[in-house]
């Protein structure tokens, strides 16, 4: 086809809906399928399949923070939300109102903390609704938003939570990887993490756990991760993760290399178009993440431009049938319609180059001017 | 050699083909991005497949227009429905990228609401005009050209054809499937950039395509139900947007007799005949026989049907709003001589259309015609060239005189 020809170069910059396959990921899947093997099994199969699983679990430890014994793999983030927002058998759950939708969909009755419009948690608010709340109490509050990259002051819900005797869960699926995370200095009882966002696999994630919390197992059967999860365990999976998380705590020179990218981007953008704007750009945020608003071009429309062009960028959150709903993120941070209409999401990579960015520039320019 | 006879049987199959698609846009086909609506259903497939064969740039959109999981109300069913599935393994059989636009709430404000209402007034609607008059050719064509796409195709079995002094629309070749009642809203503006891949084939011709190219909905049978309706019960859509209508009442005859009652004027529409729960009347002309009765008029405001016998539906004065004129020159004064059509399925017949300011018309019938139905589309035909759309409006009254 001819016209595949005008598409020049392909730029990925959708990090923050899954990064690529790090290389050393990819090898110690490839290697652990070839073994044959159930974990629980007594014979040497069983022992060297444990013996990955135990290998990664210290991998992912190391770079988290937290004690082996913490850490329970789970089919992903999204299982992680669940088993921590149902296992935990609280009265009452307060969520933020930008959380994702894994948390939003398991307890969709919980009481809604509010946010400024900047996309930061409004902690006032958050005391009130604790004052209000029955006990036991759990907060469940993301480290950094997945569509404008907002840090939440995740220190100043802990001593909140502590103040009024309450749990805290945190989903940390963006921020593994882009925010040095200690979870045992942190104070948080359970947090939720996820390979494929730092260059792992699909298909698994980890719900990391005080030691001495109770927490009832959503998944029943043979007890396995000490019982909280049953299953036989996603053995590549967890060895793909395990080596994602070593290579990533190897990577400070590619965070810098990141947020320069991603400054750069947005000062080219605004120095041409002024009336564009980074969506929260004063607040701290991930250094990969740039939520910016298009004038005169829709987030749909955008995202598929951008597509034709060969750059995958994303809007709001896709639902699986691709259709692209209106950002429940950027709504609750009262923004002015056009702002969320307009808003897509450009979450860049360590893979990702200075002329990958260059011609990001390059069409978004175009499509802002054949637009208008 | 089993590989290169394989390669030689294929390569005859491409020659046999037809020519190519020609839409008629400046350049080589390949410098040119279209988008192509794709429902799903093996028209708008097979028009995706002949333009992305004729080596234009092709980019397939299908809409969401409603939820799927809730229309056939049952928890748990995904958002999309099995058609966006179709259009999507259709994309990828033939190479070409595809999005799914959300167009739900565009199209409960355009159609559905309307639809609601115009049942609730007692009127028969056609949702699917409004849609192409709306989500179809206002917001997706005003999509296409910010993506600069250089034309919008549909799997509408209408031709558009370049006339003397501006684009006309024409009926599809195949009588039998020929769309131009549906899409007599489509201005002179929206036709210029409009393309309809489908107008000169036969459907069994366009079956053929699809077998040919081996699409997976080359036996997918043609949509009879409204879409959002999926199992045809449109008073339940009706009653959930607007429960007034489903108010049961009387069903009174001319002299406004009661002779029975009815569970909703959403289930009557004008010249309907079955589904009344009432028998016919004594006949007088031929006494011991019974004449059957129609629903001649709905009046939801006293949530009554009127029924009388055939002789009373008799119209041959129709007004009609929001007209959308296609002909060459404005409407005469002294009235245009036209073929009109009242229902889809229904033969032209012959009548005047009369300006009567702004887009607001009156049209004379030559002769009486039974069963006309407010809230359906008058369209309008050429005298002198039958295949020629001219336009239509939508009725708002009907007399007889």
Known sequence: MKFLEKNKRVVYVDYNATAPLRPEAKSAIIEVLGNPGNPSSVHSMGRQAKNVIERSRSQISEFIGAGQENVVFTSGGTEADILALKGSNCSSILISSIEHDAVLGAVPEANRIKVSE???????????????????????????????????????????????????????????????????????????????????????????????????????????????????????GIAGFGAAAEACSRQEDADKKIVHLRNHFEKAIITKVPSAKIIAQKEKRL????????????????????????????????CSSGKVKQSHVLKAMNLPDELINNTIRISFGWQNSEEDVNRLIEVWLKIYQDSN | MAALL??????????????????????????????????????????????????????????????????????????????????????????????????????????????????????????????????????????????????????????????????????????????????????????????????GLTKDETRQHANRIGLNVADKPDSQDICFVPNGKYADIVS????????????????????????????????????????????????????????????????RVVVGPRSALGRNLLKVSEINWLGDKPISGSGEKLMIKLRSTQQPISGTLFSEGGDNGKIVLDELEFGVAIGQAAVFYSQEDATRVLGGGWMTETSSY
Not at chain 2, 65 to 71: I, K, V
Not at chain 2, 76 to 104: N, Q, S, T, W
Not at chain 2, 248 to 268: A, C, L, Q, R, T
């Open chain 2, 240 to 303: 959930r947007l607007r429960p007034d209508a489903i108010e049961p009442g009387e069903i009174v005859d001319m002299d406004g007799s009661v002779i029975g009652k009815h569970d909703g004027v959403v289930n009557f529409t004008v010249g309907q005949r079955k589904g009344l729960g009432i028998g016919g009347r004594s006949s007088l002309a031929e006494p011991g026989a019974t004449d059957p009765l129609y629903v001649v008029d709905v009046n939801p405001a006293e949530r």
């Open chain 2, 6 to 199: 394989k390669i030689e049987i294929k390569c005859e199959k491409f020659f046999v083909m037809e020519e190519k698609i020609d839409l008629g846009l400046p350049g080589a086909n390949w410098e040119n991005r279209v988008v192509v609506a794709m429902s799903g259903g093996v028209d708008s497939s097979v028009a995706a497949a002949l333009v992305a064969e004729a080596g234009y740039e092709v980019v397939g959109i299908t809409l969401q227009l409603y939820d799927h999981g809730s229309a056939i109300q049952r928890k748990g069913a995904c958002c999309a429905g099995a058609d966006i599935h179709d259009a999507r393994l259709v994309a990828e059989k033939i190479g070409i990228p595809h999005y799914v636009l959300d167009y739900e709430s565009k199209f409960k404000e355009s159609v559905m609401e309307e639809f609601a209402d115009s049942y609730a007034r007692g009127e028969t609607p056609i949702p699917c005009i409004r849609c192409n008059q709306t989500v179809k050719f206002r917001d997706l064509l005003q999509t296409a050209k910010q993506l600069g796409a250089k034309a919008l195709c549909t799997g509408h079995y209408v031709q558009r054809a370049i006339g003397r002094s501006t684009v006309e629309l024409r009926k599809g070749i195949d009588q039998k499937k020929d769309q131009s009642y549906f899409l007599f809203a489509t201005t002179s503006d929206q036709l210029e950039y409009l393309r309809f891949p489908l107008g």
């Open chain 1, 287 to 318: 250094d990969n993440t740039s939520a910016i608003f298009m004038p005169g071009l829709n987030a749909e429309t955008q995202v598929m431009a951008f597509d034709l062009e060969g750059i995958a960028v994303s809007a709001g959150a896709a």
């Open chain 1, 118 to 236: 900047n996309g930061l948690l409004d902690i006032e608010h958050l005391k009130s609704l604790l004052k209000e709340a029955l006990k036991p109490t759990l907060i469940s509050v993301m480290w950094a938003n997945n569509e404008t990259g907002v840090i939440q002051p995740i220190e100043a819900v802990r001593n909140l939570a502590s103040e009024f005797d309450a749990l805290v869960h945190v989903d940390a699926v963006q921020a593994l990887g882009k925010l040095p995370i200690n979870f045992l200095n942190s104070g948080i009882d359970m947090l939720s993490i996820s390979a494929h966002k730092i260059g792992g696999p699909t298909g698994i994630g980890a719900l990391i756990i005080r030691e001495d919390l109770s927490l009832e197992p959503i998944m029943v059967g043979g007890g396995q991760e000490r019982g909280k999860r049953s299953g036989t365990e996603n053995l590549a």
